[in-house]
T-cell receptor
Framework: GQQLNQSPQSMFIQEGEDVSMNCTSS?????WLWYKQDPGEGPVLLIA?????ELTSNGRLTAQFGITRKDSFLNISASIPSDVGIYFC????????????FGTGTRLKVLA | GAVVSQHPSWVICKSGTSVKIECRSL??????MFWYRQFPKQSLMLMAT?????????EQGVEKDKFLINHASLTLSTLTVTSAHPEDSSFYIC?????????FGSGTRLTVV
């Protein structure tokens, strides 16, 4: 099936550092969602983006919907140990189907 | 907030048997639910879209006779893995469509031995 290209695949960072990850696609998406998944759990929604150029924050998290509608990024500021997990972007294929496809994931590890 | 309950959280079954996984929206009605499959260290792959009162729509490559989906009410969708084999072992996750984004269940880890 289809997937979005997400980078980096994994990263180790020191506590307190800022983190940036992004998703790109050759297709245009109507909506971008960012999720976090802990081991053995389902994904939890972090941020939803609905318009090209939209910049939205949720606490220490900031995400933007790219102008071209083919990409999105997620920033985490001042990372803490509980930020550890896998982050997925998801793009809505078209407004009619409500289907989303997921990025390949970014595995984040925070060193205290 | 909106909660999606998925049950069981894990199951071990013998090869050749069938396993049913339930996905319930607890405080909202979900006309559309989605079923995903996730292999270790991989992303979520959409298997099918479950629509209340109608047949599910399966993604290319997903066997509809193997993965039976029933969405008989606005709060319940079920996925039955029929005649399970070891290669069906995976993490299965459902999600329900809400006004703002989608809510996921906690997942079911299926191990077929």
């Amino acid at each position: 099936g289809q997937q979005l290209n997400q980078s980096p695949q994994s990263m180790f960072i020191q506590e307190g550092e800022d983190v940036s990850m992004n998703c790109t696609s050759s297709s245009i998406f109507n909506t971008w969602l960012w999720y976090k998944q802990d081991p053995g759990e389902g994904p939890v929604l972090l941020i939803a983006l609905y318009k090209a150029g939209e910049l939205t924050s949720n606490g220490r998290l900031t995400a933007q919907f790219g102008i071209t509608r083919k990409d999105s990024f997620l920033n985490i500021s001042a990372s803490i140990p509980s930020d550890v997990g896998i982050y997925f972007c998801a793009g809505q294929i078209s407004s009619g189907t409500y289907k989303y496809i997921f990025g390949t994931g970014t595995r984040l590890k925070v060193l205290a | 907030g909106a909660v999606v309950s998925q049950h069981p959280s894990w199951v071990i079954c013998k090869s050749g048997t069938s396993v049913k996984i339930e996905c319930r929206s607890l405080d909202f009605q979900a006309t559309t639910m989605f079923w995903y499959r996730q292999f270790p260290k991989q992303s979520l792959m959409l298997m099918a879209t479950s629509n209340e009162g109608s047949k599910a729509t399966y993604e290319q490559g997903v066997e509809k006779d193997k993965f039976l989906i029933n969405h008989a009410s606005l709060t319940l969708s079920t996925l039955t893995v029929t005649s399970a084999h070891p290669e069906d072992s995976s993490f299965y996750i459902c999600s329900a469509r809400r006004v703002l984004g989608y809510t996921f269940g906690s997942g079911t880890r299926l191990t077929v031995v």
